[in-house]
């Protein structure tokens, strides 16, 4: 399959004039589109299925189709991805999210399941999981076998991020918000979501890792915060002195992220540090002018293997960003390319992106 490099430097030429920038050796990557790319999952406004909490026929993905998380299972890509039910004309989080599923055997033509794997029910969650439904999944897998799934809560109050944990990614238990018994639940209502798990590779596949014999994960926006569990359900998050959440990754005017940083896919525990891929908002009167403002681009950041709150090197020019068609229209026209999966996958690395809020892409590079 012919390919094109995907853009790293914010420009006005068409792909694959540009290539990502050599930053830093630490980097993943370089990354490449295929030629003529197109998005790899769109909507389908037949898929339907009763709701267990309506008992109404829902068109569970009528509306969009991104967000992407990924795994490997067997010999399969599995891509479990935000799946929105169009509700009337409501915007952007007035309709209603699930986690449908996918599965490919290259990484690029995926079969949907006709039914969401994940989804709102008459369960100890709905309250935190209904009317809005549960968004924006990462997953990672332990070297026992068990997947770990992180997603957005979004009752239309407070969006809180939760944890469950599947054998079969198909049934799933629900554990709740992660910050939930922490210190009498003191981040219990706060404002949380995309929780990136650091993994690393481990006879050739990637599983949850441990550091200083603790799990670590990457959250949150408009800044990047840090938090550590010891079993992946109950997690503790970095402080400062004061008792007060330490960011560590923020915005930089100046810069392609000068609006908003946010995790992405699950980071990668390498011989330099941890790599962490992350997505960044640009706001173009203090960042950069040639992106516009609200656009969604990727980012890569470097922390010490040791020390996971200690960035080291961090990149100057976004990795990717929105150049084609159905990565700038859609529900958000300003264009993203949102990153949130991330496998290893026959030596080659599949990015599994979401694309304006409203498909899913992919791109790949050389382990």
Same mark, same amino acid.
């Given at each position: 399959?012919?390919?094109?490099? +995907?853009?790293?430097?914010?420009?006005?030429?068409?792909?694959?004039?540009?290539?990502?920038?050599?930053? /830093?050796?630490?980097?993943?990557?370089?990354?490449?589109?295929?030629?003529?790319?197109?998005?790899?999952?769109?909507?389908?406004?037949?898929?339907?299925?009763?709701?267990?909490?309506?008992?109404?026929?829902?068109?569970?993905?009528? %509306?969009?189709?991104?967000?992407?998380?990924?795994?490997?299972?067997?010999?399969?890509?599995? +891509?479990?991805?935000?799946?929105?039910?169009?509700?009337?004309?409501?915007?952007?989080?007035?309709?209603?999210?699930?986690?449908?599923?996918?599965?490919?055997?290259?990484?690029?033509?995926?079969?949907?399941?006709? &039914?969401?794997?994940?989804?709102?029910?008459?369960?100890?969650?709905?309250?935190?999981?209904?009317?809005?439904?549960?968004?924006?999944?990462?997953?990672?897998?332990?070297? $026992?076998?068990?997947?770990?799934?992180?997603?957005?809560?979004?009752?239309?109050?407070?969006?809180? !991020?939760?944890?469950?944990?599947?054998?079969?990614?198909?049934?799933?238990?629900?554990?709740?918000?992660?910050?939930?018994?922490? &210190?009498?639940?003191?981040?219990?209502?706060?404002?949380?979501?995309?929780?990136?798990?650091?993994?690393?590779?481990?006879?050739?596949?990637? +599983?949850?890792?441990?550091?200083?014999?603790?799990?670590? %994960?990457?959250? /949150? +926006?408009?800044?990047?915060?840090?938090?550590?569990?010891?079993?992946?359900?109950?997690? $503790?998050?970095? $402080?400062?002195?004061? /008792?007060?959440?330490?960011?560590?990754?923020?915005?930089?005017?100046?810069?392609?992220?000068?609006? !908003?940083?946010?995790?992405?896919?699950?980071?990668?525990?390498?011989?330099?540090?941890?790599?962490?891929?992350?997505?960044?908002?640009?706001?173009?009167?203090?960042?950069?002018?040639?992106?516009?403002? &609200?656009?969604?681009?990727?980012?890569?950041? !470097?922390?010490?293997?040791?020390?996971?709150?200690?960035?080291?090197? &961090?990149?100057?020019?976004?990795?990717?960003?929105?150049?084609?068609?159905?990565?700038?229209?859609?529900?958000?026209?300003?264009?993203?390319?949102?990153?949130?999966?991330?496998?290893?996958?026959?030596?080659?690395?599949?990015?599994?992106?979401?694309?304006?809020?409203?498909?899913?892409?992919?791109?790949?590079?050389?382990?």
């Amino acid at each position: 399959m012919k390919k094109t490099l +995907v853009v790293a430097i914010v420009g006005f030429c068409s792909i694959g004039l540009f290539g990502q920038t050599e930053e /830093g050796d630490w980097m993943l990557g370089p990354f490449y589109r295929a030629e003529n790319a197109q998005p790899i999952l769109q909507k389908d406004s037949t898929s339907t299925f009763i709701d267990p909490i309506s008992q109404e026929t829902a068109r569970w993905e009528s %509306m969009a189709t991104f967000n992407p998380a990924a795994i490997v299972k067997g010999d399969s890509i599995y +891509v479990l991805y935000r799946a929105e039910e169009k509700l009337g004309e409501k915007e952007i989080g007035g309709h209603r999210s699930r986690i449908g599923m996918a599965a490919s055997a290259n990484g690029f033509a995926f079969t949907k399941r006709p &039914r969401p794997v994940f989804y709102p029910s008459q369960d100890n969650q709905k309250i935190h999981e209904w009317p809005g439904g549960v968004e924006d999944p990462r997953i990672v897998e332990t070297e $026992e076998g068990l997947y770990v799934l992180t997603y957005t809560q979004w009752n239309r109050k407070v969006p809180k !991020l939760a944890v469950a944990t599947s054998r079969d990614l198909v049934n799933w238990q629900k554990h709740g918000p992660v910050f939930q018994h922490y &210190r009498d639940g003191m981040y219990h209502n706060a404002e949380t979501k995309s929780g990136a798990i650091v993994t690393q590779i481990k006879d050739g596949r990637l +599983v949850a890792a441990k550091i200083n014999g603790k799990y670590w %994960m990457y959250y /949150g +926006v408009p800044h990047v915060w840090l938090a550590s569990s010891n079993n992946l359900i109950e997690w $503790e998050p970095v $402080e400062n002195y004061e /008792g007060k959440l330490a960011p560590v990754l923020s915005p930089r005017p100046g810069y392609f992220d000068s609006w !908003l940083v946010e995790a992405g896919p699950p980071p990668l525990l390498t011989d330099k540090g941890i790599v962490v891929l992350y997505n960044a908002g640009n706001s173009q009167n203090i960042g950069v002018k040639a992106l516009g403002n &609200r656009v969604y681009t990727g980012g890569q950041a !470097l922390f010490d293997s040791n020390e996971p709150w200690k960035l080291i090197d &961090r990149v100057k020019e976004p990795f990717i960003q929105p150049e084609l068609p159905f990565e700038k229209s859609g529900q958000y026209k300003d264009g993203t390319t949102f990153l949130e999966g991330l496998v290893l996958f026959k030596e080659t690395w599949y990015l599994y992106y979401g694309t304006a809020d409203s498909m899913v892409g992919v791109v790949t590079a050389k382990e």
